[in-house]
């Protein structure tokens, strides 16, 4: 009877414990959605507070190590609704560019969100930059493609031979470079509407 009573606590508590992860899913229990994404250069951090919570205003922090945190925005005053839903957003306009960022929420009076990662990659100097650059088993170039239009990335040997191409929606393309032999190659990525070209080189280092 003992053992039947100690797995029925065994399993209240696990059901317990996975109702509590579900609730911090989205990065706090207060909060319904906690997004952090970048666009255009720019990092948007998004909040909705739960219906019936509030909290003292909320300060947005950065890291470039996910160890040392600076403030750099905030949302002042009271925040949250004791009737509905609440989103608060805030633009980071100058991110830290060409490594990861590290962000998080402090709301007042009930502590930090969970840590939420972006990488935001400069292409303005060339309107594209290729990560890592000697690669090794792959490479991603990323191109400047804030409306979703249509690219044909296209790469070639040294004489001029088509190795493979792609098409993208996105912003980057990634180039599987642990099947081509060593050595420097060149891409294009082209616009389709209107066939603008960016050439660049790629180098493979095993």
């Known amino acids: ?16 414990t996975s109702t509590m992860a579900q609730q ?27 219906s019936g919570n509030t909290c003292n205003g909320i300060d947005v922090f950065r890291s470039d190590d996910s160890l040392n945190f600076t403030n750099v925005g905030n949302v002042a005053g009271l ?7 609440v989103t608060y957003d805030f633009v980071d306009d100058t991110p830290i560019l060409n490594k990861p960022s590290y962000y998080k929420l402090e709301l007042g009076g009930y502590g930090y969100t969970i840590v939420k990662i972006v990488t935001v990659i400069d292409t303005k100097v060339f309107g594209f930059q290729v990560r890592p650059n000697p690669a090794n088993e792959k490479a991603v ?15 070639y040997n040294l004489s001029g031979f088509q190795i493979s191409s792609q098409i993208s929606t996105t912003n980057k393309f990634d180039v ?4 081509l032999t060593k050595g420097l190659y060149f891409f294009t990525i082209i616009k389709s509407s209107t066939q603008e070209k960016l050439i660049g080189k790629l180098v493979v280092q095993h």
């Not at 009877?1 to 317990?16: C, E, G």
């Not at 925040?79 to 839903?85: A, D, E, K, N, V």
């Not at 170039?141 to 790469?155: G, T």
């Open 1 to 16: 009877m003992k053992t039947v009573k100690r797995i029925f606590y065994l399993l209240v508590l696990l059901i317990s």
């Open 24 to 50: 911090e899913g989205p990065g706090h229990p207060i909060l319904d959605k906690y997004n952090v994404f970048e666009t255009g250069g720019k990092v948007y951090i998004s909040c909705t507070i739960s």
């Open 79 to 85: 925040c949250g609704s004791s009737s509905s839903p």
């Open 141 to 155: 170039i990323y191109y400047q493609n804030d409306n979703n239009n249509e690219f044909e990335f296209v790469l």
């Open 176 to 179: 599987n470079t642990a099947a």
